[in-house]
């Protein structure tokens, strides 16, 4: 196999911090390889140090001769001026790129709805980001390197993007690079991973699933190893607490060494664990939305919905880019009036809103992060504990100095997550959120994860991350042209219906307003199981996935407990081993029911 490009000992300062230190790495042909790290560790910048963008301070990076890498940033370089059809194509003759038909699929598949004559200044920009991003497709690159290409594409685009690049190159020719913090995406598309942290780039085989289970083995083994020393910490502290005229018989050495085991023992706290927040109870009403229609008077969005949101409902909203989330959402929370039929908000809903723009912090901007927490309430209980804004914050990654820090200087992920703060903090009892996980690196979308999966009151979420989706909404339902319909098939289901659509529409056959209903919606390929009973599954999946994850932090607690124990008392030790034994035995068996249910779902 050979090499594409590489780099040799690259190492390169910024005047703040050192962002790579001696990083030697190579990209072979038939490498399909996913960049994850924390949002300012490097990701975008190791892109343009291999792509020749940008120059290391020390080493090398080499490119075979010849080799033609195209890089997708995070910013274009589009011409305001100039047409659609000229950034996109360029003085390519009409009968060349619409003769071939790999390009035809990527225009088809990214910007069939972008007017081909507009110009470029006109545009949306998300409308904007697809153009740039068919415009890099349409080339022949032997190495492509994206960065963050799922952002303003909806479910159906990132799908459409996902086969494309999986096919684009045949096995063992080509090359990707792709920065994202969509984590189905990586999946569907990498067969190995860079993780970029403290200056440094550590190689993992298989996707990202195969990069997770890898790096929590590793974590699990530098645990095993720290718990053994703070056992030997704890021994030695217990030795030397038996009197002072016992520590003078003792070897100086051996209190010496003592101090040292201590000296850097990180505290028991993990400070990137949001734990759950109180809210208000909702009563028995929550939202009751019944045969409406709305819109505007020149443009109908929603047509006959109904949809029906109870205490503690996890749902999450589908639909590509203008299918009418954002109409759907107003009307909810009574923003909206429709033009026909009804919503019944419960008196008890309080609704807690974090928008994708974050129009929010807008009066915000000049004030500290300390200054906004100041208008909340100075304590919260938290699992019995008293805890302030500050502590929870911190919790999500942010240290005590950056607290100081203000608004208008935060980055885009920095804003997120403080935002999502305050929506909590608000205790609100119904959650609506838009695009959650914008500007996130997947480790804070995990945090973010964890802390939705406890969530205990009713959670509307929108977002074209279909892992975020699928692991904190119980059911989804979709905008198709109008209508709102539920698919107990998840974004699987709904990807089918949207091509169905799009199939029928080419064909100028019934429109989607003619399909059946959500209570007609199919089952799924080959699964043989009634909506009813599918919909039963899933909730026990659900369900299940909670108590393993309640047994697991139990099992985690006994053997923490463990420490404790006096190491001299043999039977409290064998107590504490059988109450762990049994703990892990609960998990197993919860794991077990797990399996047999979702093979049941898959069917």
Known sequence: MAILLGCDALTLDFPTKQVFHDVTLGVDEGDRIGIVGKNGDGKSTLLALLAGALEPDEGRVTHRRDLAVGLLGQRDALDDAQTVHTAVVGDMPAYEWAASPRIRSILDG?????????????????????VDLARLLIGDWDVLMLDEPTNHLDIRSINWLAHHLKTRWQAGAGALLVVTHDRWFLDEVCLSMWEVHDRAVEPFEGGYSAYILQRVERDRLAQVAEERRRNMARKELAWLSRGAQARSTKPKFR????????????????????????????????????????????????????????????FGLLGENGAGKSTMIDVIQGKLAPTAGRVKIGQTVRFGVLSQQLDELTPYLDSTIREVLSHYKRSYLIDGKETSPEKLLERLG?????????????????????????????????????????????????????????????????????????RVTDSQYALIDGRLRHVPGGVDEYLRLVEATRAKG?????????????????????????????????REVASLERRIATARTRAEELEAAMAEVDPTDYQALQDQQVKIAAARDAVDELETQWLEVSEQLEG
């Open 110 to 130: 990214l910007i069939s709805d972008v007017p081909w004559e507009a110009t470029v200044g006109s545009l949306s920009g998300g409308q904007r980001r697809r």
């Open 398 to 470: 942010f240290t005590t100095q950056q607290l100081w820090s203000r608004i208008a200087d935060l980055s885009g992920g920095q804003r997120r997550r403080l935002m999502l703060l305050l929506t909590i903090l608000d205790e609100p009892n119904v959650l609506i959120l838009d695009e959650p996980g914008n500007d996130l690196d997947t480790d804070m979308l995990a945090i973010v994860e964890d802390l939705l999966d406890g969530w205990p009151g009713t959670l509307i979420l929108v977002t074209h991350d279909r892992y975020l989706m699928e």
């Open 255 to 314: 209190v010496e060494a003592a101090r040292a085991l201590i000296a850097d023992v990180p505290p028991l706290r993990n400070d990137l664990e949001l734990k759950r927040l109180a809210v208000a109870r909702l009563g028995k009403q929550v939202i009751d939305v019944i045969d409406v229609d709305a819109g505007y008077p020149d443009h109908p969005v929603l047509e006959d919905v109904t949809w029906l949101i109870g205490a503690g409902d996890r």
């Open 506 to 538: 080419a064909q100028g056959g019934a429109s989607p307003a003619s399909e059946p209903s959500a209570d007609a919606a199919p089952a799924g390929p080959s699964s043989g199981l009634s909506n009813a009973e599918r919909q039963r599954l899933r």
